[in-house]
């Protein structure tokens, strides 16, 4: 049974023309791209051309690009790299909401004595530019915030923050995995030192990404080997991969404005359909700047996970946000940080779409919801005076 895909910020399907464009490289171009014979040497060519053509996507020069294996390599190595090239600082900024390639990042260079600043948000997920500001100090070796949150949605207004760091003197890291493909990014006009993405959020596979590191910017490799990557990044190119990735950030640029139109309409029409049909449900996070493609729904007095279940039997795939302990009672980091009550939060459903979404997907959501929202209430162990409980913490 094909599945009512709709968590594309978990994972992306391969778009069919991005497997096209990967697997002769996959199968009759195996060649080593370093390698000094022609067999090899045409896959490095295929390679430079795939690098010109993201950094086209992206607005930077094509060896300002390193590639990586995945979105927390490339977020773990901008950190680490700033760390290592400013020894003397010790400090860095974040916030509470940013994926866990940041965070559990974050907490273990706190075990090794650094010291981290977790700016809050407010209870529509949005950051205070003042308390940024107030936050950079002159030890700070690096701010790192994400373009867009991958729980709610919310965007960041990254030009802003950008400018504020230019202006502070600090090096500025942007987790921007769920900002590619869907926010159109000129990286000659938006002065971050670093930015990661990642494949597979954008219809690439899995174990492709990039960090893209400003020239200029203080650079430490953390994979240490071979010459590949100008030296920042040992390990041989993993070609097919990045022969995708560049097919897939062409066709996201060429289509973005056209599929961010579709996709925001069925969204708006999977959330304005749910709201009306479903009492003591609300939206996270701010609506105005947000992705067109998620939703984070709050539903009053039921569990994410029993919502998640019961979809799964109808084949559709939403995702409850990333618990912090598994197995345990508490909400996400994010809804947390936002102060969503604790009988919403627990309740909180993100649905995220794509360009592969019918209208046929969303219909089945809004036949099927209503009532599994209805049977948990009926069976719901949380009760009205839960409801005056604050948001819960771990
Ligand atoms: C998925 C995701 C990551 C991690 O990317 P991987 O390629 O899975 O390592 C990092 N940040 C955000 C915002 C993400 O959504």
Known sequence: MKPVY????????????????MLP??????????????????VGTKLKEARS?????????????????????????????????????????TTRVEHPAILSLAKHLEEKD????????????RLSLDELGQAIRKDTAIVSIMYANNETGVIFPLPEIAALCKARGVLLHTDAVQAVGK????LSKLPVDMLVLSGHKLHAPKGVGVL?????????????????ERGRRAGTENTAGIIALAKAMTMAKEHMAEENTRVRALRDRLEAGILAAVPHAQINGDTEHRLPNTTSIAFKFVEGEAILLMLDQYGICASSG??????????????????VPFT???????????????????DLVLEKLPGIIETLRRMSPFREEDAAKPACTC
């Open 6 to 21: 709709l968590d594309n910020n978990a994972t992306t399907m391969v778009a069919p023309e991005v497997v096209a464009e």
């Open 25 to 42: 490289f996959l199968s009759e171009y195996y060649g080593n791209p370093s390698s000094m014979h022609t067999f090899g040497g045409h």
């Open 53 to 93: 053509a993201i950094a086209g996507v992206l607005g930077c020069q094509p060896d300002e690009l390193i590639f990586t294996s995945c979105g927390s390599e490339g977020d773990n190595t901008a950190v680490l790299s700033a760390l290592a090239a400013q020894p003397d600082k010790r400090h860095i900024v």
């Open 114 to 125: 650094y010291e981290v600043t977790y700016l809050g948000v407010d209870e529509k997920g």
């Open 183 to 186: 926010i159109a990014i000129d």
């Open 212 to 228: 893209y590191v400003r020239k200029g910017t203080p650079f430490r490799p953390f994979l240490i080997g071979g010459h590949q």
């Open 322 to 339: 990333s618990a912090c302990t598994s197995g345990s009672l508490e909400p996400s980091h994010v809804l947390r940080a936002m102060g």
């Open 344 to 362: 919403y939060a627990h309740g909180s459903i993100r649905f995220s779409l794509s360009r592969y979404t019918t209208e046929a997907d969303v």
